[in-house]
């Protein structure tokens, strides 16, 4: 698991980078849910239409939330995932 699964991460992670290179425009949803644990959590996903016009949906962060869910915060939390993910 130290080795096998942080590899497996970084080379889906520049899969998902090249395929949002290839993006002209990406729209970002966000999910918030709590679990029975009441633990809250938010998930972003990116949303494009590739160059064969098929609908592309990548999750590109699943996180827990332990801050307030108000717009600052959320605002916030697009901010650094689109930061991440070289989303202008």
Not at 4 to 11: D, N
Not at 15 to 31: F, H, I, N, P
Request: charged share 20%; proline share 1%; with cysteine.
């Amino acid at each position: 698991t130290d080795t096998a699964i942080p590899t497996l991460y970084s080379e889906t992670k520049a899969k998902v980078l090249d395929t949002l290179m290839e993006a002209g425009r990406v729209a970002l949803t966000c999910d918030a849910w709590t679990s029975i644990a009441t633990v809250s959590y938010v998930t972003i996903t990116a949303h494009f239409i590739n160059k064969d016009w098929q609908l592309v949906s990548l999750v590109l962060q699943t996180r827990a939330m332990y801050e307030s869910h108000t717009g600052a915060n959320v605002a916030d939390l697009l901010k650094r995932v689109a930061e991440e993910w070289h989303l202008e």
